[in-house]
């Protein structure tokens, strides 16, 4: 009997009611994925050019630098073995140069500073990039220390050489 009905409602044109749900669902499907399309087209290609435009931040001001006279010295090494050198040029990098020239006066004092440091230094505390990298930070900190409030940024290295 149930077979019956389904037969006369086929016979009848109408569609099962399954079939109208599948076809609503692949409608709204359609339309969701459609939109989804265009706005994601619009953000990526035409937000940018509406009527609102962002002030550019100012170019960021450039560093100044402070160099250091060279300084050579000796390393210390085991008795007996061959005496061996570092030669360092350094600069200083500062913020500004209103700053480099409050750290100009105390270049006498920074000067001995990496002297003294640097004589109690061995050659394998130099080996690799990773102990040029370890001397470059203690010298950065000592230098803050010593010019405290002021502060610089960095030291940057313009010639290294042991022999």
């Given amino acids: 009997m149930a077979e019956n009905d389904q037969t006369e409602k086929a016979a009848d044109g109408d569609t099962p009611p399954t079939r109208k749900k599948f076809k609503l669902i692949i409608a709204v499907v ?4 459609i939109l989804v399309t265009g706005g ?37 090494g085991a008795p007996g073995e061959r005496v061996q050198y570092l030669k360092v040029k350094v600069v200083l990098e500062v913020k500004e140069e209103p700053q480099a020239e409050k750290i100009r006066p105390a270049l006498p004092r920074v000067t001995d500073l990496f002297q003294t440091y640097m004589r109690e230094l061995r050659p394998s505390d130099l080996n690799g990039s990773a102990g040029l990298f ?6 950065t900190r000592r230098v803050n220390e010593v010019i405290s409030p002021d502060h610089i940024n960095a030291v940057l290295f313009k010639e290294v050489v042991i022999q």
């Fill in 30 to 33: 359609g339309l969701a994925l």
């Fill in 40 to 76: 994601s087209v619009w953000f990526f290609l035409f937000r940018h050019h509406g009527g609102e435009q962002h002030a550019e931040a100012p170019p960021p001001k450039p560093s100044a630098f402070v160099d250091i006279p060279d300084m050579l010295v000796n390393l210390v």
């Fill in 134 to 139: 370890r001397l470059k930070e203690e010298l």
